[in-house]
């Protein structure tokens, strides 16, 4: 809990425009800090995507509490925020929307929905950082923004790292005690917590980091348009993940939708270029988390079957790019 924690806290939040940031061991403790103020626990319901990194739901199965999986909309790969209702019960007691591949959802729309049954939101923002919607950052939309620092992130320490952005006084109290084993003075214990504090040193590498994040994002932005118009001639047979005109995606990743994915991740190993799969199963078909499925979640099964996020970083060079371009061209055309 060095000086550098403290200076990250207050350059995040001032960038985020949220009243608190508390700097925590990774984007998981986030979460699971988030919950825990919350009071989450055995009995009650979280309404999450199965389309995500599984940290998203394990933090709601560590509590003891139920993750109910609803389906993501096939064009965007986010929840598909118009089911949501549906799955509401007595027991609800959060939602927790992912900001995949660097795009917020229709948060708006969700906080109205949740609003109307007195249900906090949580954004996971793990792979949002930076991003905007209606030209608000990410981590700003809803009463909890959670993000990750991990080195694949777009604002990436050196090991693991995340942050938990609130406006609410008492909530951002409640998490800062809870990051060092609920102590509210020193050995004075008065709720439960955890170990989570994140490093000075992470901290100081995200600070040192910062002064060029804002380029580093327009710099992806500007590979995706790239990849975006470099890839249109394919577009019946690679389709993208559609960005809605309210958002500017961060692309936490690049991804694309194919039914031959398999050649295609072939052909561009052979190539020499490195892909991944975000995500291939989703997480209520995962063996541990099958008790908790109900009913099916038809697109993101499909997706998941589909999906290939490219090289996307804010140095990827241009002559890379192309020759990832004319690769999926020869392969595709
Ligand atoms: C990476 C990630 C996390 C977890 O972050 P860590 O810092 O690795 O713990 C949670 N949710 C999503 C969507 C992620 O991509």
Known sequence: MGPEVKQLEETLSAFVNVKHCITVSSGTDALLIALMALKIGVGDEVITTPFTFIATAEVIALLGATPVFVDVDPNT??????????????????????????????????????????????????????????????????????????????????????????????????????????????????????????DTLQCAIVLAKFPRFVEEIEMRQAIARRYDSGLASLSNRLKRIEILPENKSVYGQYTVKTDDRENVVEALSAAGVPTAIHY??????????????????????????QVISLPMSADLRLEDQDYIISTLQEVLS
């Open 280 to 305: 291939p199963v989703p997480l209520n078909e995962q063996s541990a988390y099958q008790h908790y499925a109900h009913g099916n979640t038809p697109n993101s099964s499909e997706l998941s079957k």
């Open 77 to 198: 790969a986010n929840l598909d925020v118009l089911k949501v209702e549906d799955a509401i019960t007595d027991r609800t007691k959060a939602i927790i929307p992912v900001s995949l591949y660097g795009q917020c959802c229709d948060m708006d729309h969700l906080n109205a929905i949740a609003k109307a049954h007195n249900l906090p939101v949580i954004e996971d923002a793990a792979q949002s950082f930076g991003a905007t919607y209606k030209g608000r950052r990410s981590c700003s939309l809803s009463e909890v923004g959670c993000t990750s620092f991990f080195p694949s992130k777009p604002l990436g320490c050196y090991g693991d790292g995340g942050a938990i952005f609130t406006n609410d006084d008492s909530m951002a109290q409640t998490m800062r005690e809870i990051r060092v084993h609920g102590q509210s003075k020193r050995y004075v214990h008065d709720q439960i917590g955890i170990g989570g504090r994140m």
